[in-house]
């Protein structure tokens, strides 16, 4: 066929717009691609050892804004730091009986209404409850202190965290602020640099959650532990990798409120971990963190999907694994609210009382 000089231009146009349309679809499709894997415009690069929440506010300047809110005195009729005082009202003053329960424990000296994240690092760096020996597994929920395990383990953060208990709260809050790390909570611990994904961080939680994957405890509020529980648990339970997007929504915060058990001879326990099967036969809810045997206080949730993608922190298998009884007096204990509400049911009906 021959083709006349119009039909040649008109050929070479149609061309050049057909290649001109294919390349920059196939940009978009390229630019679509690298936004999924880079859903956020960053500004600032941030990574695991950035605590600073500041430094993560540039890129996310809404969730900063909200993050220096927990800065705001607020105040419920359940309490709560309500005014200009240095420090929130002293609880053990206004309610004498829980000044009484805590005697023989560090809390019946000093115990105060607790206020937004923005304080727990300072506000336990106050409390008068360092006037006795506490350890440096109190810095494990008051403080950004996953570096600072990291620098502790030589990399290993759940190595570090079973160190820890080993300094004085002194020493290891010394070396927080040597460290440069001596923030609040922050960004890090409950996302993922990269992709902002929720996370846990904290080997307490790692470690008790496990432990409770591996008991016999019932969790019907945990559909991905009863499903681990149904499968070949090849792999331990790893919250990051199991955990339903709903349950990473409780488990960030149950990083922390929960209850533990907190002294200067073992690393910090999670209720739910460690506990010895021989233990767990007691009847439950007798008292609060170092007394009790049995389940966990993370709260009900509801299911909502799978997760797929296995995150970084893992947690190690190493650590004592035994009865969180050997209670010393000064064990604290935080959200409990079996023992402030109502005494035990066995108490209550009678059965199952213990002696
Ligand atoms: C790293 C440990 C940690 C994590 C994770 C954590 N918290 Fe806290 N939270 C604390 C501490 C410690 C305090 C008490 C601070 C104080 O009194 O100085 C506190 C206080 C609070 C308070 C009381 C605020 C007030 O003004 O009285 C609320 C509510 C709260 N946290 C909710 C949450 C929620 C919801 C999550 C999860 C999204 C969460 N926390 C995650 C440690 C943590
Ligand atoms: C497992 C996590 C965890 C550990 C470990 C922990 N705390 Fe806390 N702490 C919390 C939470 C959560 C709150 C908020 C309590 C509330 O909601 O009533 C809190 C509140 C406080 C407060 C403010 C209110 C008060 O009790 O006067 C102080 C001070 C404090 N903790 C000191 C300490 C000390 C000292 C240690 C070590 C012996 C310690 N914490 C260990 C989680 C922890
Ligand atoms: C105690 C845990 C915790 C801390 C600390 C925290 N977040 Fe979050 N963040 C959450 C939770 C829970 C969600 C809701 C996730 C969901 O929808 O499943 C969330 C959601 C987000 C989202 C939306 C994520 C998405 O899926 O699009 C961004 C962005 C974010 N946070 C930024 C921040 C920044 C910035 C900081 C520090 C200033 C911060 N967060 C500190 C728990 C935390």
């Not at 009484?100 to 727990?120: E, N, P, Q, T, V």
């Not at 209850?259 to 008292?287: D, I, M, N, Q």
Request: glycine share 8%; proline share 7%.
């Amino acid at each position: 066929m021959k083709l006349s000089w119009k039909g040649a231009i008109v050929l070479t146009a149609a061309t050049a717009i057909a290649t001109f349309l294919v390349t920059a679809l196939l940009v978009n499709i390229f630019e679509r691609k690298s936004e999924a894997r880079n859903p956020y415009v960053l500004l600032e690069q941030v990574g695991e050892d950035d605590t600073d929440p500041a430094k993560w506010g540039v890129n996310w300047p809404r969730e900063y804004d909200s993050y220096k809110r927990t800065a705001i005195t607020t105040r419920t009729r359940f309490g709560g730091h309500g005014g200009s005082e240095a420090l929130p009202a002293e609880k053990i003053e206004r309610d004498p009986w829980l000044k009484r329960m805590f005697l023989g424990y560090a809390f019946s000296i000093d115990y105060r209404d607790r206020r937004g994240h923005a304080y727990m690092l300072a506000d336990q760096e106050q409390t008068e409850r360092l006037t006795k020996p506490q350890s440096g597994s109190c810095l494990h929920c008051h403080a950004s202190v996953m570096p600072l395990y990291r620098t502790l383990g030589n990399g290993d953060a759940m190595q570090g965290f079973e160190e820890s208990y080993k300094f004085t709260y002194k020493e290891l809050n010394q070396k927080l602020h040597d460290s440069g790390h001596a923030h609040p909570v922050s960004c890090v611990d409950c996302h993922t640099p990269k992709t902002m994904q929720l996370r846990v961080t904290r080997p307490g939680f790692l470690v008790g959650i496990r432990a409770l994957a591996e008991s016999d405890a019932p969790v019907p509020h945990l559909p991905s532990i009863e499903q681990w529980r149904q499968g070949p648990r090849s792999q331990p339970y790893d919250p990051n990798e199991d955990g339903t997007r709903t349950e990473m929504r409780s488990f960030v915060c149950g990083q922390c409120h929960v209850e533990y058990y907190c002294a200067t001879k073992r690393p910090l326990t999670f209720r739910g971990g460690r506990v010895s099967r021989r233990r767990t036969s007691r009847p439950s809810g007798t008292a609060c963190g170092s007394k009790t045997g049995r389940g966990s206080s993370i709260t009900p949730m509801r299911r909502v999907g799978p997760r797929s993608s296995r995150r970084s922190t893992r947690s190690s298998s190493s650590g004592a694994r035994g009865s969180m009884h050997a209670a010393t007096s000064l064990a604290p204990t935080v959200t409990c609210p079996t023992c402030v509400k109502a005494p035990p049911r066995s108490r209550i009906t009678g059965s199952g009382a213990r002696s």
